[in-house]
């Protein structure tokens, strides 16, 4: 299991290809560093390239890692090579050993995460299901359990093969072919086959920590995606992953910046919330109204606040509307219900910010959805 597991996070993390060491040995030889190995490795971005996946690059320790990467004999090997170049000429066989000396760092890397993932003694930790601790850290939040490494490999293998929307969002499941599909029209649509961006879904900034409010972004850009493709075939994979999330069990990786909000989320069958609000046109149209009304008043209401020196302000309070929304979105994806309390609660907001900011009115797609 622990290979299977090496080889996925081979693939998410990212080779440094033969221009980028000729480009930093450039830079370095013009500036003439007094620690030249940090300064190459930080020129060729050698850490970002290990946290190409946005959630695992989160989960790892990066500093233990680095820490070490810096006591390696390999480490030591790339520091006496770039001292001996920086005396002469850099030649052509030069760049091929500096290729293979990062190589062995990367593949050490991979190899210490390996290893700290499958550690049975410290338990659950973040890499295995976000928002857990490990033994240590949470005593009372262990009764007896015991994980096999078996099993932490299993759970880490989850979060590996995640495809993230945005940095802080994952979705997961374990139908396969429901995340072939996820993968395919990540890599057709966006280039990258465990990443979405979401700029691409019409996600905005004060969306991307409610993960709820992302996710529905997300199956209304796959409908919206549906109306308007042409390509059959396209279509037709649209079609299975809505029909994927109908059925599957699906998990989704929540680690946005504050780690204290870290959570594993097991979503419900979502068949009623997909046939009755997304596959139904009059339904999902008034959706549509209420995320796009709902930016329109929230843009309207910054541009206002800012205008009287009042932004911080209006950020609380919009931070307490998207709070109402996000609860909303929880109960309509999970039961396909409407949550009133909250719909009241965005009202409230929305009228005193209108009294405040003598903004227009938004309350018509929220009246419209209550006559659903």
């Avoid at 390999?74 to 000396?101: C, G, H, M, P, S």
């Avoid at 490999?153 to 994952?170: E, F, M, V």
């Avoid at 493709?229 to 279509?235: I, M």
Wanted: net charge positive; charged share 30%.
């Amino acid at each position: 299991m622990s290979n299977v597991f090496k080889s996925k996070l081979e693939k998410i993390t990212e080779e440094v290809s033969i221009s980028e060491i000729q480009s930093a040995l450039e830079r370095i030889f013009e500036e003439k560093p007094s620690n030249i190995t940090e300064r190459f490795l930080r020129e060729i971005n050698f850490s970002g390239k290990l946290r190409i996946h946005p959630l695992i690059g989160k989960a790892i320790d990066l500093g233990n890692i680095m820490r070490d990467v810096r006591g390696s004999e390999t480490y030591k090997r790339l520091n006496e090579k770039l001292i001996e170049i920086l005396k002469r000429q850099v030649e052509k066989e030069d760049i091929a050993d500096i290729k293979n000396l990062l190589e062995e760092l990367r593949d050490r890397v991979i190899d210490y995460v390996v290893k700290q993932a499958g550690k049975v003694e410290q338990g659950l930790r973040h890499i295995h299901a976000p928002g857990s601790v490990a033994r240590k850290e949470g005593r009372n939040l262990y009764f007896g359990e015991r994980f096999t490494q078996e099993v932490l490999y299993k759970l880490t293998s989850r979060l590996c093969d995640s495809i993230a929307l945005g940095d802080t969002l994952g979705i997961y499941s374990e139908d396969e072919s429901f995340m072939l599909d996820l993968k395919q029209i990540a890599s057709l649509d966006f280039k990258c086959p465990f990443k979405i961006e979401l700029e691409g879904l019409g996600a905005y900034e004060y969306e991307a920590n409610h993960p709820y409010a992302v996710f529905l972004k997300f199956i209304l850009w796959l409908m919206s995606k549906f109306d308007v493709e042409e390509n059959f075939e396209k279509k037709k994979l649209v079609i299975s992953i809505l029909n994927g999330l109908k059925t599957s069990a699906i998990s989704l990786f929540f680690m946005p910046p504050d780690r204290e909000k870290w959570c594993t989320i097991v979503l419900p069958r979502l068949d009623i919330f997909i046939e009755r609000w997304i596959q139904n046109k009059e339904s999902r149209i008034r959706i549509e109204m209420l995320v796009s009304g709902l930016h329109n008043f929230i843009r309207a209401a910054i541009r206002e606040a800012r205008k009287k020196r009042e932004s911080e302000k209006v950020r609380n309070i919009i931070d307490l509307l998207m709070n109402n929304y996000e609860v909303f979105c929880r109960r309509l994806i999970e039961h396909g219900a409407l949550d009133f309390y909250a719909i009241r609660n965005m009202m409230d907001i929305i009228v005193d910010l209108s009294t405040r900011y003598d903004l227009k009115l938004g309350l018509k797609p929220l009246g419209l959805l209550i006559r659903c």
